[in-house]
Every structure is written in structure tokens, then in C-alpha cells.
């Protein structure tokens, strides 16, 4: 049983900063990936990014140059990160860790943005 916990999101002004954090449990395998995505408001969910956990991180072309994937591997957790927020940027957050067939969702966090 995969077992993490995601923290982080709540009201941020437009231009400031996001960091969201997913911590898993150490028996996480490598063979799984740790997964971004966000739902805006009245919208379709959208992936954001991917990190595989024994190899590398895949930023969603849209999102490229926007998005980072920070990793504390002796902590096990992998962030979420963006400078310059944009209204747009306004959703629920939701991490993902996913090792097919099995996929395991956070229960997602609220990131509201004030212009």
C-alpha cells in the first residue's frame, strides 16, 4: 500500500509563488512515478508533471518553463513548484503516484490566486 500526504496551496497573490509538496512513504518503488495535476475551476483536469522515481522528471509541454519538480530524495518527497503566479494558476491541485495498473490519488489541495 502506497501511502503519502500532500501539503502545501491556499490563497497566494498573482506573482508570488507555489510550492505544493508530495511525501510518500519510503516503500514507494522506484518503478513508480510521483504525478501533478490541477482542475480549475468549472474545467477539465490537466496534467501538469511527472517524476519517475527511478529515473526522470516530464514537465507537460504547456506547463514547461512555468513548472518544477524540486525532489528531496532523503525525504522522499517530490514538489511542485511555479514563480509568478497567474490568476489562471487558480485549482485544485491533485498528486498522483502511479505505478500501472495501480494509481494512488492525494486528496488534492486548493490554491486560490488574488489578482
Known amino acids: 500500500q502506497v501511502q503519502f500526504v500532500e501539503s502545501g496551496g491556499g490563497f497566494v497573490q498573482a506573482g508570488g509563488s507555489l510550492r505544493l509538496s508530495c511525501k510518500g512513504s519510503s516503500s514507494v518503488p522506484t518503478t513508480y512515478s510521483v504525478n501533478w495535476y490541477r482542475r480549475p475551476p468549472g474545467k477539465d483536469r490537466e496534467f501538469i508533471a511527472s517524476l519517475a522515481l527511478g529515473g526522470n522528471a516530464y514537465v507537460a509541454a504547456a506547463m514547461k518553463r512555468r513548472f518544477t519538480l524540486p525532489r528531496d530524495t532523503a525525504k522522499t518527497t517530490v514538489d511542485l513548484q511555479k514563480t509568478s503566479l497567474e490568476t489562471d494558476d487558480k485549482g485544485v491541485y491533485y498528486c498522483?503516484?502511479?505505478?500501472?495498473?495501480?494509481?494512488?490519488w492525494g486528496q488534492g489541495t486548493q490554491v486560490t490566486v488574488s489578482s
Open positions: 498522483a503516484i502511479i505505478g500501472e495498473p495501480r494509481e494512488y
